[in-house]
């Protein structure tokens, strides 16, 4: 018998794993899709296209995935249902391929499928509505268009803080047992506040008039009534963002299937 | 076979619950295992199932390593925790689900014992009642025939007549290659069901021995004067005199009371010691 992966329980885990907790699952789907399409919603009415699909999208995005991953892991809340799952015969590497398959391609899949959906059926009423024989109907009509996935700078950021939050939440849901999703969004808030005081202290010591000192591409400098941007020389930005592109989620994720290994109960 | 070899626990590494625990558990028995509440009944369970991980030494399953959690290691071995887990699941749904996990699961003794623990077939799981929900895991779990059964307070929560059905199905599904291991507070549950006994108190191990050994060394009557010169395990007086346990001298037959032998045992763990190490 093959310990750490057969296909066939794997099917027989991913089965069992969505189907015994279907309303959960489905429930969190729903509610992040619902969620994201209220954003957009509002959004648009209060403001515009861009910042509704950006911050649609973005919120959505990020917020859905951490949500979904807070579930995938979430036997733990009871000392029965965390011995259930670690005794159930599976290997930890199913296990978390399991949760990884949900919270990761498959949420993926669906939400850039509604995203696309709900923003191709706005946009589309939009066009349909103008009035073809205004002479503003070029210029309305170009002002919006179908949401981006490639080359989107916006995206490709999402996408970096996606697989970080994931991976955060997914290794926070396997050391916490109960209420995972606000102990690890109070873990993640305090250290981004401490990397942003050290950021802040360090960049103190070298330059003055500090307007703001966000960590990785946003630090801002004061000169007299204008703002300038630090930018980091290249091999420092390229070795920074391949960090968080590559690198941190790539532990946080593997750091999940080892604590799964490890877990007691 | 399960084989503790100097194992050491602890929920805190300074504190050890178990320290340099040695112990054998052999295949073809019931096994209870007694202790108060917090003696460390549950986590002893939890290191044969692999939950839970040794600090020092080792505990080995039928030759394999619990801590590693194999699927080959799973396939061979039930835990039933004292609380309940069941998802909102039919029976048929949860059987359809579980049930391909292992291998050995007989569809046709689970309905039986199903039906023998009168549980309700009807609706979801997680809208029975406890017992009922406690009854239908002791039903999975006889009915996966893993050769390693663990329980966990497995009495809690069912009503008297469930109690004696678990009783008969456990004695029903025994067999040779097989090792139950029934944890438990409530001592006369197991009467007449165990034919080992294994006493825990803080950590220790108290007294490890067949219900035949027992019986070959320690006797239990009620008499109205407590004898002298024969070393007295324990006394409780009673309506119609004093419950004794004492060193068996004459070699007689009493029936075995698992309530007096723990008693006797926890609070003179020195003499018991004494009498059962004695040939």
């Given amino acids: 018998m093959n310990d750490t992966f057969s296909l066939s329980r794997f099917g027989l885990l991913l089965k069992k794993t969505i189907l015994e907790r279907a309303m959960q699952i489905i429930g969190a789907f729903a509610a992040v899709l619902a969620f994201t399409f209220l954003l957009y919603t509002l959004i648009l009415y209060a403001l515009d296209w861009g910042p509704a699909q950006n911050l649609a999208f973005i919120w959505g995005f990020i917020g859905g995935g951490v949500v979904l991953s807070s579930v995938v892991f979430s036997y733990f809340t009871t000392n029965a249902g965390g011995a259930s799952y670690l005794t159930l015969p599976a290997s930890a590497l199913e296990k978390w391929l399991c949760g990884v398959l949900i919270s990761g391609p498959l949420f993926c899949l669906v939400f850039l499928s509604f995203f696309r959906l709900m923003d191709y059926s706005f946009v589309t009423a939009y066009h349909n509505g103008l009035d073809r024989s205004s002479p503003l109907y070029r210029s309305l009509y170009d002002h919006v268009y179908l949401y981006v996935f490639e080359d989107n700078n916006v995206v490709i950021k999402a996408t970096v803080l996606y697989t970080n939050f994931v991976g955060a939440m997914m290794v926070g849901s396997l050391y916490f047992n109960r209420v995972a999703l606000v102990k690890v969004a109070l873990v993640v808030c305090g250290m981004l506040a401490a990397i942003y005081f050290l950021n802040l202290g360090i960049v103190s010591l070298l330059f003055s008039n500090v307007d703001v000192a966000f960590p990785y591409f946003t630090v801002l400098i004061k000169v007299q009534s204008e703002v300038g941007s630090i930018e980091l020389p290249h091999y420092a930005y390229d070795i920074t963002n391949n960090f968080l592109q590559y690198v941190l989620p790539g532990v946080l994720w593997i750091t999940a299937y080892v604590r799964l290994r490890e877990k007691e109960i | ?279």
Avoid: W
């Fill in chain 2, 1 to 279: 076979m399960i084989q503790f070899n100097n194992l050491s626990f602890g929920y805190s590494p300074k504190k050890l619950l178990y320290k340099n625990l040695t112990l054998e558990i052999q295949s073809g028995s019931i096994y209870g295992l007694l202790g108060k509440n917090g003696a460390g009944k549950s986590t002893l369970l939890k290191n044969m199932v692999g939950t839970l991980f040794p600090v020092e030494g080792s505990v080995m399953v039928n030759g394999m390593v619990p801590k590693t959690r194999k699927p080959s290691f799973l396939q061979t071995i039930y835990y039933i925790a004292e609380d309940v887990y069941v998802p909102a699941l039919t029976i048929k749904q949860y059987k359809n689900l579980f049930a391909p996990f292992y291998p050995l699961f007989d569809s046709d003794n689970f309905y039986r014992y199903l039906t023998e623990l009168e549980v309700s077939v009807d609706g979801k799981l997680n809208k029975l009642s406890f017992g009922q929900q406690k009854k239908f895991v002791i039903a999975f779990a006889l009915a996966c025939n893993t050769r390693v059964l663990l329980m966990d307070e497995p009495t809690n929560g069912l009503d008297i007549p469930s109690k004696s059905q678990f009783r008969k199905l456990i004695a029903s599904v025994m067999n040779e290659d097989r090792i139950i291991f029934i944890s438990t507070h409530q001592i006369r549950d197991l009467e007449n069901m165990i034919d080992n006994v294994i006493i825990v108190d803080d950590g220790k191990l108290l007294l490890h021995a067949s219900v035949a050994d027992i019986a070959d060394k320690v006797c239990f009557k009620t008499v109205s004067e407590i004898p002298a010169g024969v070393k007295v395990l324990y006394s409780e007086k009673m309506l119609r005199g004093t419950a004794v346990v004492m060193e068996n001298i004459d070699g007689d037959d009493s029936g075995l009371n698992l309530e007096q032998l723990f008693n006797g045992v926890t609070e003179n763990p020195a003499m018991a010691k004494q009498i059962f190490s004695t040939n």
